[in-house]
């Protein structure tokens, strides 16, 4: 079964500090993974794509990286910002079809000042 | 913004009503989504369409309608719906080829309609 996990489920830092958020799936053929962040009461917005052939890809504060052959990602957020708590989910994308996207449950990050 | 609207944005309903929910977007887009976003749970896919025509229905409740009239609107009629149905309601669009291939569709997301059903 194709599944994404995402760890921690939430994550509690201050205002400045770095952090980083996981991705494990299982989903095969793989396409793509997407990271997305989601205010609350908002939809999702895309912060990165990333196909098998990229390893790393950077969005301002953001990094997010790649490892294929294990099938993990990291997202890593630099500096952290009371604007950056949210929730952070992580989307992979199947080869087989235009919309076969598996998503995560997310990782609710909270940055306090 | 990201170009795809949504309304209502909150919305409470009996059992017994019948309501829906509008989507639309402004990027001239080829094909529209309808997602259900449960409190902890992934995203779900419940319709796609693309290039007006439905291509996707992920096992969805027939109490859950969609309709397309054309490729910048989406709807979303509900009846008779139950308890756990009350969810966050996100439609998407996307630019989409008619050769397919790889799924490297970047989707815009509305805000989402927040629906409780008592």
């Known amino acids: 079964k194709n599944q994404v996990e995402q760890s921690p489920q939430s994550l509690i830092i201050l205002e400045g500090k770095n952090c980083t958020l996981q991705?494990?799936?299982?989903?095969?053929?793989?396409?793509?993974l997407r990271w997305y962040k989601q205010d609350t009461g908002r939809g999702p917005v895309s912060l990165t794509i990333?196909?098998?052939?990229?390893n790393t890809k950077s969005n301002g504060r953001y990094t997010a990286t790649l490892d294929a052959d294990t099938k993990q990602s990291s997202l890593h957020i630099t500096a952290s910002q009371l604007s950056d708590s949210a929730s952070y989910i992580c989307v992979v994308s199947l080869d087989t079809g235009r919309r076969a996207l598996t998503f995560g449950s997310g990782t609710r990050l909270q940055v306090q000042p | 913004e990201t170009g795809v609207t949504q309304t209502p944005r909150h919305l409470v309903m009996g059992m017994t009503n019948k309501k829906s929910l509008k989507c639309e977007q402004h990027?001239?887009?080829?094909?529209m989504y309808w997602y259900k976003q449960s409190a902890k749970k992934p995203l779900e896919l419940m319709f796609v369409?693309?290039?007006?025509?439905?291509?996707e229905n992920n096992s969805v409740p027939s109490r859950f309608s969609p309709e397309c009239p054309n490729s910048s609107h989406l709807f979303l009629h509900l009846h008779t719906l139950q308890p756990e149905d009350s969810a966050l309601y996100l439609c998407?669009?996307?630019?989409?080829?008619?050769?397919?291939?790889?799924?490297?569709?970047?989707?815009?997301f509305g805000p989402g309609t927040r629906l409780t059903v008592t």
């Open positions: 991705c494990n799936y299982t989903v095969s053929p793989f396409s793509n």
């Open positions: 990027l001239g887009h080829n094909a």
């Open positions: 990333m196909t098998f052939s990229e």
């Open positions: 998407a669009s996307s630019q989409e080829s008619e050769a397919g291939g790889a799924s490297y569709y970047e989707q815009y």
């Open positions: 369409y693309n290039f007006k025509e439905q291509t």
